[in-house]
């Protein structure tokens, strides 16, 4: 299984600034074929599912904030949500879908400072 | 605008067999990846399995033996059956439609399904 371990576990920002959260994975998510990326963030409020922000590592869903950026390649990736709001507090997931199993991170819960 | 509702037993005794439907208005299943994941506080976020748009499907070796996903094109639904199920299998479910760009997009709403005798 392709292990993804997420980076900090918490992190608590002021509103206005930045949270960078990260994610690595124990094996490349690059597709060669397509040059993809197989790697996506989701946000999840309580009480909800998760909700897709990006993916192909870099590519927002349609209606996602663009304070919202992925980058990354490869093994390692970043979410960055550059001027952080009120209502962005919740919990982030990365997920692989390179290969089955699907895997997931652990989860990193970002906070207002 | 795609919909996903699901239902299904809330409440299991350990050895029954937990069984899940997903409805998908504004679509369905063919064409896409249609899965079931599900969450608990221990595991966090555990992909079970899913079903390719050409109708194979691939599951968590985790789950292998115990595990069943089947769609019902006929009514834009599809099905999780995980057997014998323990107290371990406490956990909200949800299942998930995709497609090759994002194998996991559209999200239901969630059940928490609690195994206790």
């Known amino acids: 299984d392709i292990v993804m371990t997420q980076s900090p576990d918490s992190l608590a920002v002021s509103l206005g600034e930045r949270a960078t959260i990260n994610c690595k994975s124990s094996q490349s998510v690059l597709y060669s074929p397509n040059n993809q990326n197989y790697l996506a963030w989701f946000q999840q409020k309580p009480g909800h599912p998760p909700k897709l922000l990006i993916y192909?590592?870099?590519t927002r869903e349609s209606g996602v904030p663009d304070r919202f950026s992925g980058s990354g390649s490869g093994t390692d990736f970043t979410l960055t949500i550059s001027s952080l709001q009120a209502e962005d507090v919740a919990v982030y997931f990365c997920l692989q879908y390179a290969g089955t199993p699907r895997t997931f991170g652990q989860g990193t819960k970002v906070e207002i400072k | 605008q795609v919909q996903l509702q699901q239902w299904g037993a809330g409440l299991l005794k350990p050895s029954e067999t937990l069984s899940l439907t997903c409805g998908v208005s504004g679509g369905s299943c063919s064409g896409y990846y249609c899965s079931w994941i599900r969450q608990s506080p221990i595991k966090g976020l555990e992909w079970i399995g899913e079903?390719?748009?050409?109708?194979?499907?691939d599951y968590n070796p985790s789950f292998m033996s115990r595990v069943t996903i089947s769609t019902d094109t006929s009514n834009n639904q599809f099905s999780l059956k995980l057997s014998s199920v323990t107290a371990a299998d406490t956990a909200m479910y949800y299942c998930?439609?995709?497609?090759?760009?994002?194998?996991?997009?559209?999200w239901g709403q969630g059940t928490l399904v609690t195994v206790s005798s």
């Open positions: 079903i390719h748009p050409h109708g194979n499907s």
């Open positions: 998930a439609r995709g497609t090759d760009s994002r194998k996991i997009q559209h």
């Open positions: 192909w590592a870099s």
